[in-house]
């Protein structure tokens, strides 16, 4: 009986041990983020906001991190990108799927849909039926981003290019005829366009360019068995509606 006792007893340590190890892993991670909004930001108060943001702190309360270890550093996009390409235990968010970044990264989600468009001035009058009507447009980017990305991909000529490191100075330059359209997600330039007193219902989407998802892109060495967990929590806070709610939240009050 005594042995019986003795062998749940450790039983039960030995998980709660693991557990804990398991916990402490998981928030070794660095997790870095740029101004994406609606998925992520730092709000007025100096404080990340975001859905994406939001699931990740769902997440760490669902996988027990620590809470010392609850850290997200914003920086540029271009920046954050060659960082988790070259550094272990990394992870960028909210990064959109493609076959080229699934070669070098280990994604985690899907968390949410992004919608990568050419938005253009209302008044220009923009026509685009294909690929090679973007050839001799100039074109603002976000530098790294999926949109610059794409672009390229389709035959733009970089010397078309006009790069920014931020949406807010992307969508100005669109504001300000600086360039003819820009190639960006079109609920992130729709925000910022709010939030600097811009009228979006002056531009309209001229061209779809990828209707794709984003989610959590590890560094390509993590761990399979800690990617294994961080999917298997993403994918229970999905069933039970987490994850919707939090979309809701932002998309619903920022119409």
Aim: glycine share 6%; charged share 25%.
């Amino acid at each position: 009986m005594h042995s019986v006792a003795y062998k749940l007893l450790l039983s039960i340590f030995v998980f709660f041990v693991c557990a804990r190890a398991a916990a402490e892993e998981d928030g070794r991670l660095r997790w870095l983020s740029e101004h994406y909004a609606p998925y992520n930001y730092v709000d007025d108060k100096g404080q990340p906001q975001g859905i994406t943001v939001d699931v990740l702190k769902a997440l760490w309360n669902k996988l027990e991190v620590p809470e010392r270890l609850r850290k997200i550093e914003f920086m540029p996009w271009a920046r954050g990108y060659a960082v988790v390409q070259r550094a272990p235990d990394t992870v960028l968010f909210s990064t959109t799927y493609t076959p080229a970044r699934e070669k070098i990264f280990n994604f985690v989600g899907p968390v949410v849909e992004n919608k990568i468009v050419i938005l253009s001035r209302k008044q220009d009058r923009l026509q685009i039926a294909s690929d090679p009507d973007l050839k001799g447009l100039i074109i603002g980017v976000v530098r790294e981003d999926i949109g610059e990305q794409i672009i390229i991909e389709k035959g733009v000529d970089r010397s078309s290019i006009v790069a920014s490191n931020l949406a807010s100075n992307l969508v100005q330059l669109l504001n300000r005829k600086r360039v003819d359209a820009i190639a960006y997600s079109y609920d992130v330039a729709v925000w910022n366009m709010l939030k600097l007193g811009i009228d979006p219902r002056e531009f309209e989407i001229s061209y779809l360019l990828l209707g794709g998802e984003m989610g959590f892109a590890f560094h390509k060495n993590t761990n399979p068995i800690l990617l294994q967990r961080f999917q298997k929590a993403l994918d229970d806070l999905k069933i039970d509606g987490t994850v919707e709610q939090i979309r809701r939240t932002y998309l619903e009050s920022s119409r």
